[in-house]
C-alpha cells in the first residue's frame, strides 16, 4: 500500500504560477509510474500529466502543455507539477495517482489504469 499526499495549492491570480507537490509514503515509490489530474466542478476528471518511473519520460495534455511541467524527486518519493501562466480555467482539484510498474521508461495517461490516489489539492484561479 501506498499513500499520496498533495500540497501546493491555493489561490493565484491568471498569469501566475503554482507548485503542486505529491508525496508517497508506504511503499517505495521507486516502484510507480506517476501521474496528475484534476476535477472540476460539475465536470469528470481529466488527466493532466504523466511521468514514467525512471523520470527521463513525460507526457502531457494538449491544454496543459507548454506551460506545466511535470517532474520527480525519487529519492525523496515525491512528484512536482510546475503550473505557469495559469488561467481560470485551470481551476479545479489536482490529484496525484500511481501505478505500479516494471518498465522504466513507460508514461500512463488513463485514470482507470492508476492503483493508488491522493485527496487532492484545490487549485482555484481567479482575480
Known amino acids: 500500500q501506498v499513500q499520496l499526499v498533495e500540497s501546493g495549492g491555493g489561490l493565484v491570480q491568471p498569469g501566475g504560477s503554482l507548485r503542486l507537490s505529491c508525496a508517497a509514503s508506504g511503499r517505495s515509490a521507486s516502484s510507480f509510474a506517476m501521474g496528475w489530474f484534476r476535477q472540476a466542478p460539475g465536470k469528470e476528471r481529466e488527466y493532466v500529466a504523466a511521468?514514467?518511473?525512471?523520470?527521463?519520460?513525460?507526457h502531457y495534455s494538449e491544454f496543459v502543455k507548454g506551460r506545466f511541467t511535470i517532474s520527480r524527486d525519487i529519492a525523496e518519493n515525491t512528484v512536482y507539477l510546475e503550473m505557469n501562466s495559469l488561467k481560470p480555467e485551470d481551476t479545479a482539484v489536482y490529484s496525484c495517482?500511481?501505478?505500479?510498474?516494471?518498465?522504466?521508461?513507460?508514461?500512463?495517461?488513463?485514470?482507470?489504469?492508476?492503483?493508488?490516489w491522493g485527496q487532492g489539492t484545490q487549485v482555484t484561479v481567479s482575480s
Open positions: 511521468i514514467s518511473l525512471s523520470g527521463s519520460s513525460t
Open positions: 495517482a500511481a501505478k505500479i510498474v516494471e518498465l522504466p521508461y513507460i508514461t500512463v495517461s488513463g485514470d482507470y489504469e492508476y492503483d493508488f
